[in-house]
């Protein structure tokens, strides 16, 4: 559960823009502009590879945005619907109620900023022996699926499939998923998770409530 703009160490968590990151999304910047820079433009080979290449890429983004969006849910969805240990919940700022561990703000804001340090190169990325950019979480299970579920960027004839929203897919396989994505703009949720949301609702409605009293108190 989030609310707010990500914060800015949330961001560097993803990529940080600068020069010697291995962060996938980086690297993978990195690359397409490296081959752009090198295309002659009166060479119609080159341009069709290049048009090629850039919709792997542009595939292998999207399917990053998948991955990346998943580790918004609370770590007890995520065992339960991957696994323990398989993926971590990744807030994106200090608003998530599963990251408060004060009453003050400043010192929430510090755990959040420290949690999203301490994951490094979560997502990172690395070169393979090709020389091409690959995710380090390449052989995640859930990642394996995002890719599954997408297909390749081109069919067998080499034309480009366009394959923008998997989110239906995905929910269909992993039903938790549905408190994040809503495919068609439908809420597809099962009864154990109407359910589950109804009683997590009057808990924050609780704590926002105590919380809020509590703070009010503290600075007069």
């Not at 995710?135 to 995640?140: G, H, K, Q, S």
Request: proline residues 5%; charged residues 25%.
């Amino acid at each position: 559960m989030h609310n707010g703009k990500q914060s800015n160490s949330y961001n560097d968590l993803i990529a940080t823009g600068k020069d010697g990151s291995l962060r996938y999304l980086d690297l993978l910047g990195n690359e397409l502009q490296g081959e752009l820079d090198k295309l002659p433009e009166s060479d119609l080979e080159a341009c069709a590879k290049e048009a090629h290449d850039y919709g792997v890429k542009a595939q292998n983004f999207q399917n990053f945005q998948n991955f990346v969006s998943i580790h918004s849910l609370g770590q007890e969805n995520l065992d339960k619907q991957f696994g323990k240990d398989t993926l971590k919940s990744i807030p994106l700022n200090s608003a998530d109620p599963n990251f408060k561990v004060s009453v003050i703000p400043e010192e929430n804001k510090a755990k959040v900023q420290d949690y999203h340090k301490s994951l490094g190169n979560y997502f990172g990325g690395q070169f393979d022996d090709k020389r091409k950019v690959v995710p380090v979480f390449a052989d995640n299970p859930v990642f394996k699926e995002i890719e599954t579920q997408r297909g390749p960027a081109f069919d067998a004839n080499g034309e480009p499939r366009i394959v923008s929203d998997i989110s239906g897919q995905l929910v269909e396989k992993y039903p938790k998923l549905g408190y994040i994505y809503y495919p068609n703009g439908e809420v597809k949720w099962t009864d154990d998770m109407r359910a589950e949301s109804v009683a997590k609702g009057y808990v924050l409605k609780g704590l926002r409530y105590n919380t809020s009293n509590v703070y009010q108190l503290m600075i007069g």
